[in-house]
């Protein structure tokens, strides 16, 4: 917990610098990778306006012969202080995910024998494909912050109040509370 609350100390050590954040030009577009329980994950994309506001999108598919996950998050960011070294930021972010799982069930086949005892060659027999989808969602409140570096890139790094659901059918079910990072490393322009 120590390690923690210095690297939020640190950084806020470093974004409460006395430079004014009008005097340091904004670039609104960041494009990267990141991921997280309230960003999503994948490839994400950032616009920030002059006032400060933001939106982010992440999206992540992932497709094989048996299986898909795809992922997909949008938050909205206000910029709390910027400067040279970097951004404090708010958000509230939702993310939503689908996976689908194929399990191939085997029948059992009762091994006979002849009148001397001898195996009897086995049926061909194929399994049974069943396909299953799973569905949640997370959504809740961050403090975050981006951590400029080589002039044009940034990490950042987010801890979010993360409420997580899962959807069974047409019930929706708390999952669990989790304060897991959002991280992402970005190219601004």
Known sequence: MGKIFTLLASALFLSASPAVANDIPLKNWSVGLGGGPTIGGGFM??????SG????AAALPYYTADSAFMVEGLSATYTLDRNKHGSVYLSLGGVGWHR????YI????EGKVDA???????????PTKVRTWSH???????????????ENY?????LPAALVFEVKGSR??????????NVALMYNF
């Open 154 to 158: 940034v990490f950042s790094f987010d």
């Open 100 to 103: 689908l799982q194929t399990e």
């Open 116 to 126: 001397n005892g001898n195996p009897l060659p086995m049926p061909i027999v194929d």
């Open 45 to 50: 994309g950032r616009y920030e306006w002059e």
């Open 172 to 181: 929706v079910m708390f999952d669990s509370f989790r304060p897991w990072p």
């Open 136 to 150: 949640g969602f997370a959504t809740g409140p961050g403090l975050g912050f981006r951590f400029n570096f080589f």
């Open 106 to 109: 085997w029948p059992v086949v």
């Open 53 to 56: 506001w933001g939106v982010q």
